[in-house]
């Protein structure tokens, strides 16, 4: 291959590469172009510019409560899916047993479970275990806590395992020869190297369940509504730019912490 065709060839990747990021940023774009119009009506070319809508949002109720549960709820789980995925990931992979794989596919199962079929499966779950136990779990913060974590959980694993299988085996068994128990290499060898890992799984857990739509309309209870159900209801109603000031809200939002968290952590790294 000569020079010129190797020139052309990396000018003909990056522009594929730049219009395909192109495409996927657009939407991204016009939301937060629409969110900034002066009229009540979304037209083409805008009237002009206003931050009316942003303070709209403030005083839409809905919007604000639905914003408090659905951070309520990422929270709760993002902190139990932690507590249960990297465990499982250290089993994952420092371990040979065997049931490994047919472990490891359940544990990112809900990836590629469509939202709508996994909703609906932990509705009639949760049906169940009500009739069977009478506890109230169907429409409680706890029954919408624990479908979330199920989509918060393959992250936190796939994350987590990357990273660990990327880390030197041999300072963990260093560290025991010098008499450090399982528990002491975790803490000071183990965690730190697999550290990126588990903030950008629980990262991006949180991002997955705070976004989250399809099962949740299937899990939350009277008088309860997270703000993607809240932005959902708004529309069958009215259509203005009141919902593009939300979603820039979030983007905003959840890019800040994803640059705080890199500037910490590099999730370069394992991303």
Do not use: C
């Not at 709209?56 to 899916?81: D, H, P, R, W, Y």
């Not at 932005?231 to 109603?237: D, G, H, M, P, S």
């Amino acid at each position: 291959m000569t020079m010129d065709e190797r020139f052309w060839g990396r000018v003909a990747l990056k522009s594929v590469a730049g219009l395909s990021l192109g495409f996927i940023l657009m939407p991204l774009f016009f939301v937060s172009w629409l969110a900034f119009f002066k009229q009540e009506i979304p037209s083409f070319p805008p009237e002009g510019y206003s931050l009316h809508w942003f303070e709209a949002v403030t005083k839409q109720k809905n919007f604000v409560e639905g914003f408090t549960l659905s951070i309520q709820v990422g929270v709760m789980a993002t902190a139990i899916g932690l507590l249960l995925g990297v465990p499982a990931s250290l089993a994952l992979v420092r371990n040979q047993f065997a049931i490994k794989g047919v472990l490891n596919t359940l544990l990112l199962a809900p990836l590629v479970v469509p939202g709508v079929v996994l909703g609906t499966s932990l509705y009639v779950f949760q049906i169940e275990t009500e009739i069977a136990t009478g506890f109230p779990l169907l429409g409680s913060f706890w029954g919408l806590v624990a479908g979330h974590t199920l989509v918060v959980i393959p992250w936190i694993v796939r994350l987590v395992t990357a990273n660990l299988e990327g880390t030197d085996r041999t300072i963990e068994e260093a560290a025991q020869n010098l008499g450090a128990n399982p528990f002491v290499t975790f803490y000071r060898v183990t965690l730190p190297a697999i550290r990126p890992g588990i903030v950008a799984g629980a990262l991006f857990g949180f991002v997955t369940s705070f976004g989250n739509l399809e099962m949740s309309l299937f899990l939350v209870g009277p008088g309860r509504t997270t703000l993607p159900i809240a932005i959902l209801q708004y529309l069958e109603w009215k259509i203005d730019p009141t919902v593009a000031a939300a979603s820039v809200i979030q983007i905003v939002l959840i890019g800040l912490a994803m640059l705080i968290t890199d500037r910490y952590v590099k999730l370069s790294r394992v991303v």
